[in-house]
């Protein structure tokens, strides 16, 4: 299992090898029905790519899976780039930029994992440090990078300033569950009509003051990386990043990205219809299921199916790239072969020092 000790390890080693960046977010999309259908739309395309595999899930899912043991962890290396005001940059129309616009200072008692992007919104799993990497996370912060988070509950709330900006104590629905169950939480407006939330499985009694600390410890003058297990090299041009995942399944490390080939704001406004915006899947977790190797991908052994394509990696894992049903006669299996062949994984994945800068490693 790894520890925090082993995770802020690999976070020290990788700083220096990490470039900066001006791109972030600048859009939402509003309402946790959508998330949930974004959510939802991953994994029947993992279910179809990876049949014995885990769930694709980021680390905001994990909390409320019952029973489950995954959970986020953090990736590696953290860049420090001043910005022109306290908010993420903004992203180029090609695509999404996969770089975390926030960075979390350490809180007694918490660890905050940075987990997944999207073009509204980014989170961070809050884990309790006596329970650790390997169990349930504990809360969220989710930072929504455009002006779309409905605050009206918030600001029926109580006033409390959060590192000079105005924010409020509420009992906000929590929109990983989509059933208007209410927790506690702290939302703040940490630039002009954007806002951050903590929120947590606190009693109310004791939310304050934690909520409080972890917002506090929270700051948007500077980037985290985003690093994958792998570089990728003559992807086709149409094809951009849309969004990120990552975390830890039973202890093994899952990295998950949607690429889209159409342009930032059309892909966009399909996700606000609940239609899906991936034309392709990079998945690369422990594989659940090893099939009989049908075909060579980039000198390893491969299986090759219509809709997607699995090579299999150093220590059990495997990398999938995959594509939906929907969009399977714009990716036939040869395609998604050429795609597996342009992607160069680490020798090992277990290596989380060695994962690359997404900005690198994904190059647009």
Do not use: C
Request: net charge positive; aromatic share 8%; no cysteine.
């Amino acid at each position: 299992m790894r520890t925090e000790n082993d995770l802020r390890r690999a976070l020290i080693e990788l700083e220096p090898a990490t470039t900066s960046t001006a791109g972030m977010l600048d859009r939402v999309r509003a309402g946790a029905a959508r998330r949930r259908q974004r959510r939802r739309a991953m994994i029947a395309i993992a279910a179809v790519t990876v049949v014995a595999a885990a769930i694709p899930v980021g680390a905001h899912q994990l909390r409320h899976s019952p029973g489950s043991t995954a959970t986020a962890t953090a990736q590696p290396g953290v860049t420090r780039t001043p910005s022109a005001r306290p908010s993420p940059t903004r992203t180029p129309p090609s695509g999404v930029t996969l770089r975390f616009g926030f960075e979390s200072r350490p809180t007694p008692g918490y660890l905050v994992v940075p987990s997944s992007i999207e073009p509204d919104v980014q989170r961070a799993s809050i884990y309790l440090a006596n329970v650790g990497i390997g169990r349930r996370s504990f809360g969220d912060l989710t930072v929504y990078t455009g002006p779309d988070f409905d605050a009206s509950l918030a600001l029926r709330g109580e006033p409390v300033t959060v590192n000079g900006r105005r924010g409020y104590y509420a009992s906000l629905p929590d929109p990983d569950t989509g059933n208007g169950t209410r927790k506690p939480a702290l939302a703040w407006e940490y630039a002009p009509s954007k806002w951050a939330v903590v929120q947590g499985d606190w009693t109310p009694a004791a939310a304050r003051g934690a909520e409080l600390a972890l917002a506090r410890a929270v700051s948007f003058d500077g980037t985290r990386t985003f690093a994958v297990p792998y570089r990728a090299v003559g992807l086709p041009a149409n094809l951009h990043p849309f969004s990120g995942l990552f975390g830890v399944g039973g202890g093994d490390l899952i990295s998950v990205v949607e690429l889209t080939d159409l342009p930032l704001d059309q892909t966009t406004a399909a996700s606000k219809r609940g239609a899906s915006t991936t034309a392709v899947h990079l998945d690369v977790r422990k594989a659940g299921y090893i099939y009989q190797a049908n075909a060579t991908v980039g000198g390893r052994p491969a299986y090759v199916s219509r809709e997607w394509v699995q090579v299999y990696l150093a220590s059990g894992y495997a990398l999938t790239v995959s594509t939906s049903q929907a969009r399977a006669a714009d990716y036939p299996a040869a395609v998604l072969r050429r795609i597996a062949e342009a992607v160069q994984p680490l020798p090992d994945p277990t290596v989380l020092t060695q994962w690359v800068d997404a900005l690198t490693a994904l190059p647009r």
